[in-house]
């Protein structure tokens, strides 16, 4: 990258569930004490996405006081009627986030899409508006806000806390049209990573630093007139990036 395409960002919201894998067997759901990285790549992802770039989440900033809360819920049974579940939530979660987008190499034939400074001023724009797409925190009734925020500024909960260990986590999953070396390629895989807390600050390992877990294969999907599959490249004709 050349330019300027790094985005900071507060997201906020009255609770938030960032599942643990293995606590959704028996139909329950706990969460993590702190985002996941999947998570708030699917905040950012809601404000602003297109298979052209791949967005990195850097840091995130935990600004409020980690607080848990246990709701009984009764979702739907497969075979009919109603169960009864408990779910815990963080309550009143506010972070910071700090991201920015490479291209995404899996995808040459959107290479003329590859404006960074277009794709840059659109996420910002987006952010501004608040997202393109409903926001939430992990899981679909956890609504939440997106506003501008410089990352680092204001007072944060944890900002004298030296280091908060979290152990061993889920960090997220690489679809094939994100693969990034071979052991990826054509294959649905699992991340995980040791995450802890400094000041406040979790630093995001990168995707390929992660512990990879292969789940099983699947072929990048296509795009492409030929195939009468949407590209949003030349819909309304001949399109210049140059």
Same mark, same amino acid.
């Given at each position: 990258?050349?330019?300027?395409?790094?985005?900071?960002?507060?997201?906020?919201?009255?609770?938030?569930?960032?599942?643990?894998?293995?606590?959704?067997?028996?139909?329950?759901?706990?969460?993590?004490?702190?985002?996941?990285?999947?998570?708030?790549?699917?905040?950012?992802?809601?404000?602003?996405?297109?298979?052209?770039?791949?967005?990195?989440?850097?840091?995130?900033?935990?600004?409020?006081?980690?607080?848990?809360?246990?709701?009984?819920?009764?979702?739907?049974?497969?075979?009919?009627?109603?169960?009864?579940?408990?779910?815990?939530?963080?309550?009143?979660?506010?972070?910071?986030?700090?991201? %920015?987008? #490479?291209?995404?190499?899996? *995808?040459? !034939?959107?290479?003329?899409?590859?404006? +960074?400074?277009?794709? &840059?001023? =659109?996420?910002? %724009?987006? #952010?501004?508006?608040?997202? *393109?797409? !409903?926001?939430?925190?992990?899981?679909? +009734?956890?609504?939440? &806000?997106? =506003?501008?925020?410089?990352?680092?500024?204001?007072?944060?909960?944890? !900002?004298?806390?030296?280091?908060?260990?979290?152990?061993?986590? &889920?960090?997220?999953?690489?679809?094939?049209?994100?693969?990034?070396?071979?052991?990826?390629?054509?294959?649905?895989?699992?991340?995980?990573?040791?995450?802890?807390?400094?000041?406040?600050?979790?630093?995001?390992?990168?995707?390929?630093?992660?512990?990879?877990?292969?789940?099983?294969?699947?072929?990048?999907?296509?795009?492409?007139?030929?195939?009468?599959?949407?590209?949003?490249?030349?819909?309304?004709?001949?399109?210049?990036?140059?």
């Amino acid at each position: 990258m050349e330019h300027e395409n790094r985005v900071e960002f507060e997201v906020f919201g009255d609770y938030a569930l960032f599942s643990d894998p293995v606590t959704r067997t028996g139909g329950e759901k706990l969460t993590y004490q702190i985002p996941t990285y999947e998570a708030m790549k699917g905040v950012l992802h809601s404000v602003y996405w297109k298979p052209t770039i791949i967005w990195i989440v850097e840091s995130v900033r935990v600004m409020n006081r980690i607080q848990t809360e246990t709701k009984g819920i009764r979702p739907i049974k497969f075979s009919g009627g109603n169960d009864l579940s408990y779910y815990t939530y963080l309550r009143d979660c506010r972070y910071q986030v700090r991201a %920015r987008f #490479i291209w995404n190499e899996n *995808r040459p !034939d959107l290479a003329k899409d590859r404006n +960074e400074n277009k794709h &840059y001023l =659109i996420a910002k %724009r987006m #952010i501004e508006r608040g997202g *393109r797409r !409903d926001v939430y925190l992990g899981t679909r +009734e956890c609504q939440a &806000y997106v =506003i501008p925020e410089k990352f680092g500024e204001g007072t944060g909960f944890y !900002d004298d806390t030296p280091e908060l260990d979290f152990g061993m986590m &889920y960090h997220g999953i690489t679809y094939p049209d994100e693969a990034y070396n071979e052991k990826t390629q054509d294959m649905l895989t699992v991340r995980l990573w040791r995450a802890k807390m400094e000041h406040g600050i979790i630093h995001f390992a990168p995707p390929p630093e992660c512990t990879q877990r292969p789940v099983r294969e699947m072929k990048m999907k296509a795009f492409g007139q030929d195939i009468e599959n949407f590209t949003g490249l030349g819909e309304f004709g001949q399109v210049d990036f140059e």
